[in-house]
């Protein structure tokens, strides 16, 4: 996605979060905007950990950040994500924390505690869905990649919405939300939701996908503003 930026970024190290500071205006009018890149790591915890470093070095410095970005490749739930395509969270939810039990699973919430869905705002859902041709729907964060078509089956039946599953998005809207930052999170699908077929990933193609995405989304990230 850094390919997306045509001039190199600054490294910024922190504790626990190394940034590439890039002027979001590289190649294009500028705007004074900057946008930093963050590889948060794989999984909820890690990329809560590393987002949550960034965010609170940002506030320590006092240049808070506007908006939080997760961005990465994903799962697609058949028919609504074809593999390249693109998705956009209207709603970003944790499929698995919660509670296993005789009569099936219980989300946190209905155990009377916790949050599993954040909702990115809609005006900028829908301009990033505008600028890069992607579809909006729930996108599922799992700490287990799904890998059977039982599991895909549950999941579309408990979330009827879903286009999309990552490993990171919640962790990062978690880490957002505590500190007052909009989320907003963009998945381009590798591969399908389902049964584990190694043979089936189009990885690359997932992230050319996403890093044109970039090129197009940014300036409609530039000129959004929080209502
Ligand atoms: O099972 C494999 O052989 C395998 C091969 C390459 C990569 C993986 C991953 O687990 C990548 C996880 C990484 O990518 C995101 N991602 C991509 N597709 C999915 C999915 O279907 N379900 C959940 N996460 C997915 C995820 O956000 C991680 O960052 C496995």
């Known amino acids: 996605m850094a390919e997306a930026f045509p001039e190199p970024g600054e490294e910024v190290r922190l504790p626990g979060a190394v940034l590439i500071r890039t002027a979001a205006g590289a190649g294009r009018p500028r705007t004074g905007a900057v946008i930093d890149l963050l590889a948060a790591g794989v999984g909820p915890a890690r990329a809560a950990a590393s987002t949550g470093a960034a965010l609170t070095a940002a506030a320590l410095a006092g240049a808070p950040y506007d908006l939080v970005v997760s961005a990465g ?25 919660g509670a296993e039990t005789a009569d099936g699973f219980l989300p946190v919430t209905e155990l009377g505690f916790g949050t599993v869905t954040h909702r990115p705002p809609e005006s900028l859902v829908r301009a990033v869905a505008e600028a890069t041709g992607a579809r909006t729907g729930t996108v599922l964060t799992v700490s287990t990649m799904t890998g059977t078509a039982d599991r895909a089956a549950t999941l579309r039946a408990r979330h009827p919405r879903a286009l999309a599953e990552g490993m990171e998005g919640f962790g990062v809207a978690e880490a957002a939300a505590a500190q007052g930052a909009p989320v907003l999170e963009i998945r381009a699908i590798s591969n399908p939701v389902g049964p584990r077929d190694r043979a089936a990933w189009r990885i690359g193609d997932a992230l050319a996908a996403l890093t044109a995405a970039f090129g197009k989304f940014a300036p409609a990230l530039e000129s959004w503003k929080p209502v």
């Open 73 to 97: 490749i994903g799962g697609g739930f058949a028919p609504g994500a074809a593999l390249g395509s693109l998705v956009v969270a209207d709603a970003i939810t944790v499929a698995d924390l």
